[in-house]
């Protein structure tokens, strides 16, 4: 009866403890390390065959940082990445060891700040992960910084999409 208790609490107690994680490849806690602050996250259900989204926002004060991450399951997968990998232009290098393909860029809005865009395949999944700041030249994000911080992001979702 002693060990049923003991076992109901901590039972009771993990569940309590467990944080909230609407997105399958990131949690709140990381996507905050990699944002540099508490972020908060949202995920809506994605409809039939459109591709999930996972939005982390980080706010501070006027400044706005965003982690977000697309994932989608192609037909093609390798074409699919090659047409959105088209997307980052001649600024981009490939990153070794993160799924089968991976290549990272600069995503910067001339309008807001710097950012940093990965674009990758695992098997039939291919997932893009944009880290920005609405602050030009934020100190929080600078662009080693940046690369940096999206390296582990795609490790990250690379390594839970497998």
């Known amino acids: 009866m002693r060990l049923a208790a003991c076992l109901f609490c901590f039972l009771e107690c993990t569940i309590a403890a467990r944080a909230d994680n609407n997105c399958a490849w990131l949690n709140e806690a990381t996507a905050g390390g990699l944002l540099g602050g508490d972020a908060v996250g949202d995920s809506p259900a994605p409809a039939a065959g459109e591709p999930t989204v996972c939005t982390f926002t980080q706010q501070s004060g006027t400044v706005?940082?965003?982690?977000?991450?697309?994932?989608?399951?192609?037909?093609?997968?390798?074409?699919?990445?090659s047409t959105l990998s088209q997307s980052c232009g001649t600024d981009s290098f490939a990153l070794k060891a993160i799924g089968n393909e991976a290549l990272a860029c600069s995503a910067d809005d001339r309008k807001a700040g710097p950012g940093e865009r990965v674009v990758g395949r695992v098997r039939d999944q291919v997932f893009t992960i944009t880290i920005a700041s609405s602050l030009k030249g934020d100190p929080a994000l600078s662009r080693d910084v940046l690369k940096a911080k999206i390296y582990t992001a795609a490790e990250q979702v690379a390594g839970n999409l497998f």
Do not use: F, S
């Open 64 to 81: 706005k940082r965003t982690l977000r991450i697309v994932v989608e399951i192609a037909p093609d997968p390798h074409a699919r990445y």
